[in-house]
């Protein structure tokens, strides 16, 4: 029988310093491994251990997987000493994903807080692979200061003048440096005003992601400007262990992250107590 | 259900028989508690097969305390023969355990298309002989989860004792190829035989009733549970509670699990170990943010998982009234109580006998 234990070998083909705490690592699985946006995977670091992660690549491409990782523990410390040719290992994709065929047709807008713009990235490419699909998509992210800001040169530079027309970006940070030009504030303060970019509110689809804390925020700011609780998409961080709705480790309420998420409705979520914590 | 009579004579010949063609393990007693042990020439004769529930739950039988799950990079191909397993003399509350671990590892509703293939096989590989408690001792509260302390599906072979031997129930096809194996030993029930068992199991339903007559509550656990994340009894009971996770070890339907790696020679490996949610970094994410980070939360959870959680998902609790986690508890907590305090703050009628 199929072990769903078992972690396909995938080997490092490309390390990306974005920030000085966050790399992305290219991967190269040995099998044929396919996802969809939202989902998540098993990384294994040999013979250290293993944490779920979100891919921050397109899905359309199959080949290469990247994955974006900030250090803050032992497992991602070790990963973040890992160099082109080492070998990993990953298992999945599991959970689900974020529900694009119910998304045609409305407005979108992506909300990014740090390294929790790894899924949103992914997403992005889904979006922009069927761009027509979607009357608008607005693209905001916060970072603490500029040299935090992920995927720099795409979401300052590359991004902003392929998707001209039909995406606008709203880039900010906690605190500027002599250099920065843009907005300065957390980013529930780059969703003011909004509504002129963003015809019909209450039709319209929010998907966060960032830590806890900003999710909060954000939310709450949602809900403010007229989002329903049921078109606002968040992305559960739980600490996944199997992966496959055994383990418990990610439960949350009467949900298991792994198996009814990571992608929820803010409607599905609200009467669980302390889900920002 | 097909049922037989097994006398006290042909009993002994059948635990010899089964001996010899499987690995028996049945309840053997230790100082003042009953262990599974490996059945063998020693203690054959010393089994207490149809008293009560042993201090172990049988899950370590399906899912040990630390397995290895896979291997990686390099694999070898050791591959362990194991005689099929047969446990004898389990009481309905580890049976009723093993719905919750059945549905957790290989059902619809965890995991989809997710199953665990060790668990899988040493269900498959274990028999699984039942028996009537005779003898619950002052912890045991299975008909306060609306239990019985006789099992009425889940076995591939019931005994219940009569004086003058058993009434074995046939269960399963399992049960059946056993019974067919041993043909010769089983003679007829008859109208007497029947009266007796259901004296006896009317007996010791009543004496349960009479042990857990104070802790009697009105409104069902899962009613009570549901919506008592506020409640002060979580703070109350949670002062005396250590952290030490025995409830969770002891517990036959607590299964969660933590994967660990590491290094064996030139290849790697990933085991299975069992995890304690009362613990403090259970749930902690790497950076350091814990969902549950105080003690009184870990300890509500442990009970919402088994009286809200696991109903919403399954439509079954997760408890089955075996009253472990009140043996083990160095802090003396007593989950009976700590509900029916849950039932006093909800004006819930609770028993009023002391």
Redesign the interface.
Known sequence: ???????I?TEILQVIQETPQIKTFVLKPENRFEFRAGQFIQL????????PFTPSSSPYKNEKLEVTI?Q?????SSLHNMKEGD?V?IRGPYGNRYPLERWKNKEILIVGGGVGLAPLRSLFFSLTHYINDYPRIVFCYGAKTPEDIVYKESILDKWQKEFKNKVSFRITVDQGDEKWKGRVGVVTTALEGINEEIKKITESVSVVCGP?IMMKFTTLKLLDLGYKPENIYLSM???M??G??????C????Y?V??DGPVFTYEKLRDI???W? | MKEFFLSKDSYLKFVENLSCEFSLYAPVQKGDFLFYDKVNKENIDKLFVDLRRTIHPIKSFFIPPQRR??E??ISSSEKREEKKKVILGVKNCDLNALKILDN??FGEE???E????YY?EARKETILISSDCMDPDENCFCTLVQSKPFPEEGFDLNLSNIEEGFIIQVGSEKGEELIEAFRDLFSSVNKDMSKKREKNREKIFKLLEKINKKFKTSSSYRELVRDS?DSSVWKKYSESCVECGGCNQICPTC?????????RGEK?E?Y?LW?S?LLAG????????????YLF?RFA?RLF?KF??FP??INLDACTGCGRCISVCPGKIDMRKVLRDLAIEKRVTVSLEK
């Open positions: 029988m199929n072990n769903p234990y078992q972690p070998k294994t670091i040999p013979g250290i251990g293993e944490g900030m803050v523990g032992r497992i991602t070998l290992g806890p961080e739980k600490n262990s199997c496959i709705g055994k383990c418990g480790h439960q949350l309420g009467k298991l792994c198996r107590p302390q889900i914590d | 799950v896979s990686y990079f957790v590892y965890f995991g989809r997710y199953k665990d293939p899988m994340y299964r969660c699990f933590l994967l660990s790696d590491k290094k790697y990933k299975y995890d949610c259970f749930a902690r994410v790497a950076g350091g943010a814990n969902p549950r980070p939360q959870n998982c809200f959680f919403e998902n």
